[in-house]
């Protein structure tokens, strides 16, 4: 690999550090998003619950809510599936990314109710998981190619 691109891959990986810190932060400190400690354990295990909840009650809610918890867990996963790629040296394809973004979720979302900072979501299984897929999808739309050998 030449020196150039062992730079700008070095850059990529502070990026991705930088955006795990932030979503570590996101996830469990930041009390604007109702990261508390709380008394006892959160958890929905069905799915699509709280997404139809959060469509449902929109006028009760608001549409920032419904932004927030629906397009906001897209979002804030589509970072992980953009830079995985531009890290790491082994080849990536949407099935990967998929099963990554899924462990990390399932990761994040374990540690939220075990620490009972938040609640463990399926729907945030769901959303984020998907967030990073489209992450890896503008990636490839981007990059115009289906991974590194």
């Known amino acids: 690999m030449s020196e150039k691109k062992e730079t700008l891959r070095c850059v990529w990986i502070l990026a991705f550090l930088a955006y795990l810190l932030l979503l570590a932060y996101l ?3 930041s009390s604007a998003y109702g990261r508390t400690v709380e008394m006892g354990y959160r958890y929905n295990l069905e799915p699509f619950l709280e997404i139809k909840r959060a469509i449902e009650h929109v006028d009760a809610e608001g549409y920032r809510y419904a932004v927030t918890n629906i397009a906001g867990n897209i979002v804030a996963f589509m970072p992980f599936g953009f ?11 949407t099935g990967k990314v998929l099963v990554l973004s899924f462990l990390l979720t399932l990761c994040a979302e374990s540690l939220q109710l075990v620490s009972r900072t938040g609640a463990f979501d399926v729907d945030d299984l769901i959303l984020n ?6 992450g890896y999808w503008c990636y490839r739309i ?5 991974g590194k050998k």
């Open 129 to 134: 998981t998907l967030g990073g897929v489209l």
């Open 27 to 29: 996830l469990f400190f």
């Open 142 to 146: 981007l990059f115009g190619r289906k």
């Open 83 to 93: 830079l995985l790629p531009l890290i790491t040296k082994r080849r990536m394809h």
